[in-house]
Nanobody
Framework: QVQLVESGGGLVQPGGSLRLSCAAS????????MMWYRQSIGNEREWVAT????????YYTDSVKGRFTISRDDVNNTVYLQMNSLRPSDTAVYLC?????????WGQGTQVTVSS
């Protein structure tokens, strides 16, 4: 049974950093592409970053390039999103997603609020 559990969100000042975690079970994170999304109030869910299984190549939406880093820990079967230089526009619920056998699985999300 696939499960994803996000954690690490919180309130941070502009310019600050947070590291989000997505703990996975029911599969191994190095066997499937793992993605982070975010959704803010009144907006559609937005793709943020992907890490692919082969070689761990990463991809980012333009607005987070150079500030966010997606990575994975195969021992702990966890995917991370390191977020630096945070802006108020980064405020959102952050969710991780995996697709297995054509089925999309989502975590419950973790709230990130960037405010002074």
């Amino acid at each position: 049974q696939v499960q994803l559990v996000e954690s690490g969100g919180g309130l941070v000042q502009p310019g600050g950093s947070l590291r989000l975690s997505c703990a996975a079970s029911g599969f191994t994170v190095n066997s499937l592409s793992m993605m982070w999304y975010r959704q803010s109030i009144g907006n559609e869910r937005e793709w943020v970053a992907t890490i692919i299984p082969a070689g761990g190549k990463t991809y980012y939406t333009d607005s987070v390039k150079g500030r966010f880093t997606i990575s994975r820990d195969d021992v702990n079967n966890t995917v991370y999103l390191q977020m630096n230089s945070l802006r108020p526009s980064d405020t959102a619920v952050y969710l991780c997603r995996v697709t297995k056998f054509g089925v999309n699985y989502w975590g419950q999300g973790t709230q990130v609020t960037v405010s002074s």
